[in-house]
């Protein structure tokens, strides 16, 4: 495997993860040259794919005869596409890349407003979705209320609405490229990041063909990982949580006391225990099951296993 330098004379490299993309793959590519050959720049497009089952590979290697200018880097499964990004901005090698899907939602018409934004000292050009065609409803509104959620509670700033569809100077690959924690919640890393941002706003599109590749759990999954990645927000809410039940277990112990003295009465005063005792039993169990998912993180961390693995690696000609 090739190493990434960075004396390298690329100027851009285009990161596509690829799982399971046979249907739209070609319209891409094609679409993708037509956008970059007129701009008359060094670049190359790295495919990165992950674990697809379909004829992804045999299709990117058909392309990769024509085009000399494709890198195409395979896993040997299907690690997510969080491992899929990390990989390509390890094997770039342009002094800048974008990262965009392979399903045609992240337009590539949009690619020169980039490189200019790039040119114009931005380290990081984050493009924002105005508007999310083709989604349904439910995912506008959760998508909604996570950005809310961990813009209130991140350590970092996440912009809103902004996906993985931005480009990154070399600096700023160089820096991502440094944090090798495992649990890879990259919108949170490109923040943390910081540099130089610019903004890009743009309508995002429906797919062009296939199917997504996110259902519902799998989205829940990447918003928890970014929460627990970004904050530590939940573990305080335990402490919290615990003081006020404590306090409301108190005024209610009084309230029992001066009722017993002033009118005894010993039979009373069942149901209220039990309910107390469930409502305790259920608080704790949500303690100790948010103290788990943290521990299951830092269990994820000290393994120290490789965020993906790649089975073979072409590069570009
Ligand atoms: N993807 C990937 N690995 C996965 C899931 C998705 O590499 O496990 C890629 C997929 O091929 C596409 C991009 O990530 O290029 C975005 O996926 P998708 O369009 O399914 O997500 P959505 O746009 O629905 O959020
Ligand atoms: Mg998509």
């Not at 949009?110 to 349904?136: F, Y």
């Amino acid at each position: 495997m090739t190493a990434p330098t960075t004396e390298s004379k690329i100027e851009l490299s285009i990161i596509v993860p690829a799982y399971n993309e046979e249907a739209v793959l070609p319209i891409f590519h094609q679409q993708i040259i037509d956008i970059i050959k007129p701009l008359n720049i060094s670049y190359e497009v790295i495919y990165v794919n992950d674990g697809s089952r379909d004829n992804t590979e045999a299709i990117i290697l058909a392309l990769q005869n024509e085009c000399p200018e494709i890198a195409y880097a395979k896993f040997s499964r299907n690690f997510g596409k969080e491992a899929a990004m990390t990989a390509g901005f390890k094997l770039c090698r342009g002094e800048s890349a974008i990262m965009i899907d392979a399903d045609l939602q992240d337009p590539p018409t949009l690619i020169p407003a980039m490189l200019d934004a790039w040119r114009n000292g931005a380290d990081i050009v984050n493009m924002k979705r105005s508007e999310r065609h083709g989604e349904p409803m439910w995912k506008k509104v959760t998508a909604n209320m996570f950005y809310h959620l961990i813009g209130k509670i991140s350590e970092v700033e996440i912009p809103h609405n902004v996906g993985d569809f931005r480009l990154f100077s070399r600096r700023a690959i160089n820096a991502i490229n440094q944090l090798s924690e495992r649990g890879r919640f990259m919108k949170g890393l490109y923040a943390w990041v910081g540099y130089q941002q610019a903004t890009i706003e743009y309508e995002r599109d429906a797919r062009a063909a296939g199917d997504t590749k996110w259902p519902f759990f799998k989205l829940v999954g990447l918003a928890w990982q970014g929460i627990t990645a970004f904050s530590t927000a939940p573990l305080q809410m335990a402490t919290w949580l615990g003081l006020a039940s404590a306090g409301s277990a108190f005024t209610y112990a009084s309230y029992f006391l001066i009722k017993s003295i002033v009118k005894p009465d010993i039979v009373q005063g069942f149901p209220t225990l039990i309910v107390v005792i469930l409502f305790l039993g259920g608080l704790q169990l949500f303690c100790i099951g948010i103290l788990g998912e943290y521990l299951a993180r830092i269990y994820t961390e000290v393994k120290q296993r490789p965020v993906y693995l790649i089975e073979t690696f072409y590069p570009a000609k």
